[in-house]
Structure formats: C-alpha cells, structure tokens
C-alpha cells in the first residue's frame, strides 16, 4: 500500500496543538514508518503539495493569508480534521469577535497604539503583514471539514486514538472525554 | 396516594401521583441529561435538555415539568432526541461565549460534560459572539455573563433555598440576563446574604469563588443538599 500524505498546518493558534501532536513520542517514530509527512511547520516545505490524504489544521482563521492557504489546502486534500478548539470553534482567537464589526480597527489600536512604548504606529506597508479578517472564523465555516479533534490542546493519546484509526483504514470516531472542549 | 402505572423504555414501573417523568426515570434508575433542573428547588423547563418522548403526543415534552399519567408510554433516548439535545447544546455553545480553555470551571462543568457526553465535537451554527461583561463588585463572588446558559439555577437558589431574593432575570430572549435586585452592581446589594448558594447552585463557569483562575472553579453541591435534605426528609445528617 502507498504511503498516506499527511500534513499539517497552524493558523491562528498558540502552536500547543503541534506541541501535544509532538507529544506523541515514541509513536511518532512509528508514525514516521507508515506516513510521510508532506507539508508541517515543523519541516521545511514552502508550497503546499497536491494530493494530500490527511490535514491536521491547527488555529482558527483569523486574515487573508490563512483565508487563501485554507481553499488551497481543501483543494489539494482528501480529509480535513479540525485540530484542535481554535481551529473547531474559535476559542481564544475569536474572542476579538466580540468587538464587534469595527474588532479590527478596536484591537490594532489596543496592540500597536495604546499598549506601544515608543513609535506607536499600525504596521500599513503592503504585503508585509496579512489583513486581519473582519471576524475570526472556526474552519468548519470556511470550508468543509471532514473530522473534529477538540481540546486545548487535544492530548496527545487522543491524537494517537485518532491516527491510529486512520491508519487501521476505519472511519475515526472519538468519544465522551476524548472529544472534551478546553 | 394513588400510584400511576407507566412504561419508561419499554420497562414497566410504578410512581406516586402527581411527580414528574424525571422523578420517575430518576427512582427507575434512568438517566436522562438535565442542565437547568437543580434538586431542592422548583422546576422550570428551561434547558429543554430533558425532552422525552411521549406515546400519543407529537411534540417533545420536557420531563422535569410533564407529570406522570396512567398508562404513560415513555422513551427517553432515541435518534431524534439525541438530535434535538445535541442541537439544544449547540445553540447554548453559539449564544454566548463559552471559551472552555479559558474558564474557571473548565474540567468541572455540566455544560461541557453534557456536550462531550452527547458527542458535541463541534458546533455547526454561527457564534453570536455577543458582547457581555462580568460583574466583578462583590467581594468574595465574580459574575460572568458571557459563561450564562440562563438555566435560573441562582435565581431559584437565591429565593427559594437562601430566600434572600437577590438574583433576578431581566430582557427578553437571547438578551435576558441574570440581574441582582433591580439591576445593580453585585458588591452594592443590601439584599445578597452572601451566602454564595447561587454560586453552589451554577452549572457553568457564569458564578464563581473570587480568586479562581481556570480550571479552579468546582461548584460545591454538599451545602445545598445539606439544606434540602434536611427541609424536605428533616434529617440533618453532618
């Protein structure tokens, strides 16, 4: 059998998904045997590659650089999972949401103009820094998303639990603590 | 008193007059999923967790305010009222901001348990994300607003156990809120015993023990059952 393509890739969160997923340990070295790893932040791949069969999306979606590599990443792959809560429901990054319509211009002024000690000035150069979205949106209300892995983070037995059913070819199903928000 | 005959999944079973269907599942050892029904103090309907389904009625009926009746067919679990829960549960997440990873009461509260119980692993409706605020005055408790399922659990607790009558709910719907007397800051009541029974009483991370930081916040049941026991069966065990 071919070896499956996973991958994964962190959107708006804090990184501790990727951190429980190197939790995994000594499975990672089994893991490392059965997949290739194809596109993550923690190996060196600058473009996203075709014919994935896995993604673990870490993060919520909060500007246009996470907006365009998300369509990118649902062409170019068979299963989403939905890793981790930012990326299942929002979780700390959304709470900008309630801001309001005008949360971009309140929380830009927070960060760069009232709490900077020294040139307070909102970074405008193009190009540079993504455009923050108007609201941070769980990934499910992007695209489709096949699975959810809730927790923050999602320990890592529970990731082991859900790879290890993928590999085995069975539909994943999680349950009761296993699928525990926060 | 008249004892009613009924059947609670298929299992026939006897109950006195005039208690309700979760009383009757309750003593036939039936679990049904309750979030807003707190023991001790009236029954309101409000979570519409407990919808059973009721032989002969179309509509789902909530079972902490439907009483027994003779010849009573009951299922408490099936597809559609799994559905219907897990909907309910969703809807709660949606209204107001319950960020888990961020809450007093994460580990410790019924909301979430519920939801990964019913097997909640996400959320298919919009956020509301609303804007609420937290009413930090009292010196030893802390309100959250955004953390609120408006199950009265306080409100019921406030004036029918403590019978300070403090907490109060205020609006309409979605905009309804949990207010202390005639809506003012917590820390000014000259009502509020401080007895803390609200705080007992909440399922959610929405009242809590100033000085808890997340997954700190355990609501403390025994003091409540402590009283209702000893009102209700008059046995003041320690």
Known sequence: ?182 | MAAKTLTIDGTQISAENHITVLQAATEAGVKIPTLCHLEGVYDVGACRLCLVEVKGTAKLLPACTTRVYEGMEVATDSERLRKYRRMTLELLFAERNHVCAVCVSNGHCELQTLAYSLGMDHVRYDYCSPKWGVDATHRLFGMDHNRCILCTRCVRACWHIEGAGTKNVAGRGGKSMIITDLNEPWGNSETCTACGKCVSACPTGALSAKGSTVSEMQHDRSKLEFIVNAREKKQWSV
């Open chain 1, 1 to 182: 059998m071919e070896r499956l393509k996973i991958a994964t890739v962190w959107f708006g969160g804090c990184a501790g998904c990727h951190m429980s997923f190197l939790d995994l340990d000594e499975f990672l070295i089994d893991l490392a045997g059965l997949v290739d790893l194809v596109y993550s932040p923690i190996i060196d791949c600058k473009e996203y590659p075709e014919n994935v069969d896995l993604c673990l999306i870490e993060g919520a979606i909060c500007n246009e650089d996470n907006l365009e590599l998300l369509h990118k990443i649902r062409a170019r792959t068979k299963v989403l999972v939905s890793f981790g809560d930012c990326a299942v429901t929002g979780n700390v990054p959304a709470m900008r949401n309630q801001l309001g319509p005008d949360n971009v211009a309140n929380v830009l002024q927070c960060a760069y103009i009232e709490h900077a000690q020294e040139n307070p000035r909102r970074p405008s150069t193009a190009g540079i820094v993504p455009a923050l979205l108007p609201r941070v949106m769980p990934v499910h209300e992007v695209v489709a998303v096949e699975y959810f892995l809730p927790g923050c983070p999602p320990a890592a037995a529970n990731i082991k639990a859900f790879l290890t059913q993928v590999l085995a070819g069975t539909t994943p199903q999680l349950s009761g603590r296993q699928i525990k928000f926060g």
